[in-house]
């Protein structure tokens, strides 16, 4: 029993059918399955793209909120340095700790002009004024402060602050929460129960030698408002870096003066960009202006949080298609299969030998391997027929040269007989003639061979030019255009004479048969393009088409067979029954000026 079902299984898996059932379910499963994975991280590629510019976007607008606020903050220092009041207290030489009543109306007016910036700007949390001689003067919520640090403890930390900035004296200076809570230590009753940021101007006057120092202290919420919209979760987290790396501000307070990722400091250089560290995306924006960097934490399960509640959904249309697949499958490989023995039947058959067989055709995929089995059937049939046809003339020609070959022989013999009477006789003319004519002939049969050198082909041209020239009278000159590496290359015997005949006979018989015959020659390829070009009468256009179409396929357009095409007709149906149609011969011509044959022969030729 267990042999039978294994004898059952083994033959439907040596089924096509199955076969192409079983493939085709795989295939579907390992696309689905790659799809979904493809998707998914091509989603999770957008939506980081997308969250990247978005954030980018809110960047440049909290960078512009952020500018304001510092501009507004650098107005209202610029307004304490032109206050009169403050600069009269400035110039004011002070005796120590002593207070005259003088020093007590001008601290009064000092403070009365911080309580007006104070209430004209409200977001300011305290306005200090420091000085090198110990002296502290401030109002922090409507808290004046007049302090006299004789060991004066706050004007070392202000120069410690501009030191470790690298700064000097006389600049800005914006400051992090944990510098402004050693700034403003034991300066109030009120203790400090939030962060503070803080701006540090040191000045000097005209007329003191002294120096001066204003710190404006603003909340770090106030900072916060302004890009706490960009954290759209819980988990999300915002915050601002200086140039040193500490957290400024940060919607997440703990981390305020803590170091930045060391990631987002090795990327400094760069003006805004993002990357991913454990399952969060961390987008970056550099305030070039303020000195500043803006940071956004975003986590990777609040961007897939969508892509999540569509898995199990997702599964769902996974496993449906995969039984319609199934379903769909056993249909459509049914119907394919059935032309497919169709097919292969048909093949057997062309391995029997019975060619030129055709199948019914169908209209879908493996129709068009019917129709090509069947363009191969008949094209090996025809193939198989010019094969044979090709054969018989191949025959034909080298019974026709064994025949010619005793007619030349007893010819040369005669020739000769009568070369030896004409020198006895004195004709020198007369042997030369023969001479020529009988080295014309010997070639024919003394080398049954189809092809031989260009150079020996060259030497048959020359005796013929000889002959001519004894009949004519000296006045035909051949030009030779040949590279010495060409004159070794195998050509067929006796293409360039029947040629060479033509240009004299046709074409230079108006001139009195004067002229020269130029023959050049050059490589293209595998091919071998030999070119003569004669000066004559040149061909008219009508006799021109009708030979071309003499050549194409024995059939000229006027019924009639060129005078001057049969010689060529010879030579072209040579070559194109040994080499093939790539071959031949071409014709060019300009009626009174020239006529140019082309002969396109392979570089090398075997036969």
Known sequence: MRGNSRAVIRRLWQSIRAQLVLSFMIMSIIVLVLSSILIYYGVLDILKTRSEDSTLRLFQQTEQRIQGFRAEMDKVSKLLLLNPEIENYMNKEKDGANYDADDVIQINGLLNQLSLLLKNYDFISSIYFFSSDGSIIGLRDDEPTVVSDENQKHWQEIAATYGNAGRTLGDILWVRPEVSQ???RDLSYKPINEPM???VRGFSTIYSKRWNA??????ESLLENMYGNLSKFSEDETYLYDGSGKIVSSSNKSAIGTTASPQLLERGDSEYGSFTEQNKQIIYYHMADADWTIVR???ISDLVRDIWSLRSKM?????????IALILSFYFIRKITMPLKRLTKGMGEVEKGRLG?????????IGMLTRGFNRMSQSIYELVERNKTAEQEKRQIEISLLQSQLQPHFLYNTLNTIKWMAIAAQAKNVADSITFLSNLLKPIYNNPSLVWTLREEIQYLNNYIK???IRYGEHIVMEYRLPETLLGVNVLRFTLQPIVENAIVHGMEANQVIGTITLEGREEGDKLVL???DRGRGISSGELADLQAYLANGDPLSGEVPQFGIGLLNVQKRILLHFGENYGLSIHSVVGEETRVTLVLPHKIVI
Request: glycine share 2%; proline share 0%; no cysteine.
């Open 182 to 184: 050693r700034l403003l």
């Open 197 to 199: 940021i803080s701006v």
């Open 214 to 219: 204003f710190v404006i202290s603003v909340n």
């Open 297 to 299: 934490y975003v986590q």
């Open 315 to 323: 599964m769902w249309i996974v496993i449906g298609n995969i039984v």
């Open 357 to 365: 067989i055709t199948l019914e055709n169908v209209d879908n995929e």
């Open 467 to 469: 002959v001519m020239n």
């Open 531 to 533: 070119e003569i070009e």
